[in-house]
């Protein structure tokens, strides 16, 4: 079973307008992390924002939110007022295993988002 | 500019060899760990050193290594290299172990060609 899923292969965005990048996550942990990174056409990878399991808000960082929800197991990724630039993929991952003591590190296939003006 | 360097940029090479790359972190950050991207397998967690010491393992084969010297650049050593080995070879380097919150620093990547 995928531990990591991002159902939207790909989405259009008009510029300044929100988009809500999807993830839903599979895990037996009860301490786990999860990031948003994106990847823009260049191939760097860029860390953008980080929700841990026990975190009782959903974290901010500027433009982008991370809207966690526990009990369905999701941590969407919301852009707002979307800018040319924020055409990229987009991954979410998964840092789980703080139980076991054997951290590992899952990523979902990703969503490529496109700006549209 | 996240600060992680990695060399070289680019690589190609035949089937069957060897090939190792490198990676200097951000100044500060003890932790580094090796990530692989390929269009079939996407990006794969491969293995993660801290303070030279493995810290966790992920999709490693077997015909991969890596270590992390006491300056705390990092090698991946990877051997009987194959077609499907081919892909973006990112590192990343993060403050400490990665327990909690932690931002990973991604370099800029090896992209690497098996002929």
């Known amino acids: 079973a995928q531990k990591i899923t991002q159902t939207q292969p790909g989405m259009f965005v008009q510029e300044k307008e929100a988009v809500t990048l999807d993830c839903t996550y599979d895990?037996?942990?009860?301490?786990?992390?999860l990031f948003w990174y994106k990847q823009p056409s260049s191939g760097e990878m860029i860390f953008l924002i980080y929700?841990?399991?026990?975190?009782?808000q959903n974290a901010t960082e500027g433009r982008y939110s991370l809207n966690f929800q526990k009990a369905r197991k999701s941590a969407n990724l919301v852009i707002s007022a979307s800018q040319l630039g924020d055409s990229a993929m987009y991954f979410c991952?998964?840092?789980?295993?703080?139980?076991?003591?054997?951290?590992?590190?899952?990523f979902g296939t990703g969503t490529r988002l496109k700006v549209l003006a | 500019d996240s600060g992680v360097t990695q060399t070289p940029k680019h690589l190609i090479t035949a089937t069957g060899q060897r090939v190792t790359l490198r990676c200097s972190p951000r100044s500060g950050d003890l932790s580094v760990y090796w990530y692989q991207q390929s269009l079939d397998q996407g990006l794969q967690f491969l293995i993660q050193?801290?303070?030279?010491?493995?810290?966790a393992k992920g999709n490693i084969l077997e015909r991969f290594s890596a270590q992390q010297f006491p300056d705390l650049h990092s090698e991946l050593n990877l051997s009987s290299l194959e077609l499907g080995d081919s892909a973006l070879y990112f590192c990343?380097?993060?403050?400490?172990?990665?327990?909690?919150?932690?931002?990973?620093?991604f370099g800029p990547g090896t992209r690497l060609l098996v002929l």
């Open positions: 050193y801290y303070n030279g010491e493995e810290r």
């Open positions: 929700q841990g399991s026990y975190d009782q």
């Open positions: 990343a380097s993060s403050v400490t172990a990665g327990i909690f919150q932690e931002t990973q620093y």
């Open positions: 895990t037996s942990d009860p301490s786990y992390g």
């Open positions: 991952a998964m840092r789980e295993g703080r139980q076991s003591g054997t951290y590992k590190y899952i």
